[in-house]
């Protein structure tokens, strides 16, 4: 069975400018999450879709973060523009259902961002 | 609200040692999940092992295993007998029935040969 696919793995951008990272859940996982994980911390859930609705997105800093999941499979994390702060892991992750359900979530290998 | 210490930043060991990492929780809610990750060097995180509240009893899975004790919130996880592939850094994470996980900073855990 595949894992979840993150692309790119490695990105390096001048503050200021945008990016894009995509992720591709396991086939049949209801729920995706993206999270940010800042060196030396634990990642950090930014965003949670169940299908195409946003379940959570209350860490998001949505001045400048967004992400779609429109068609309930594969999503997009855009962030727009992007600050030194930025520079992290973005972790994606799905389940085949929610959290908190006794639900064990799979992890993408990660996009690691750096902003100069 | 919700917390989850993990007071060991780095461990460094030498193989064939046994080593226990630290976990404590805080939380308010009678039900809620407590789970391991391992994050080896090439970054995707591994699901260990998930635990309810409901479920004290203590668990062994090969040369891992886990102490859950409510009394003092914790839940620490031991590896015997370390090998080198044990090298990583470890998260502890607690998630709430009806809020997100919340992970701990992460012990680096390094096994020398």
């Known amino acids: 069975e595949a894992g979840v696919a993150q692309s790119p793995r490695y990105k390096i951008i001048e503050k200021r400018q945008s990016v894009a990272f995509w992720c591709n859940p396991i086939?049949?996982?209801?729920?995706l999450y993206w999270y940010q994980q800042i060196l030396g911390q634990g990642p950090k859930l930014l965003i949670q879709?169940?299908?195409?609705?946003?379940?959570?997105d209350s860490q998001l800093p949505k001045d400048r973060f967004s992400a779609e999941r429109l068609k309930g499979v594969d999503s997009t994390l855009k962030i727009q523009p992007a600050k030194l702060e930025d520079s992290a892991v973005y972790l994606c992750?799905?389940?085949?259902?929610?959290?908190?359900?006794?639900?064990?979530?799979?992890f993408g290998p990660g996009t690691r961002l750096t902003v100069l | 609200a919700q917390k989850v210490t993990q007071a060991q930043t780095e461990i460094s060991v030498v193989e064939k040692e046994d080593v226990t990492l630290d976990c404590v929780y805080e939380t308010r809610d009678t039900t809620y999940y407590l789970f391991w990750y391992k994050q080896p060097p090439s970054g995707e995180l591994v699901f260990l092992i998930r635990r309810n509240s409901f479920d004290e009893q203590n668990e062994i899975s090969g040369r891992y295993s886990w102490n859950f004790q409510k009394s003092t919130s914790s839940f620490n996880f031991t590896i015997t007998a370390s090998q080198v592939v044990d090298s990583a850094v470890y998260f502890c994470a607690l998630s709430e029935t009806a809020s997100k996980i919340i992970f701990g900073s992460g012990t680096r855990l390094s096994i020398r040969p």
């Open positions: 879709f169940q299908n195409n609705g946003v379940v959570d």
């Open positions: 086939s049949g996982h209801a729920t």
């Open positions: 992750a799905s389940s085949f259902l929610g959290r908190g359900r006794n639900n064990e979530q799979f």
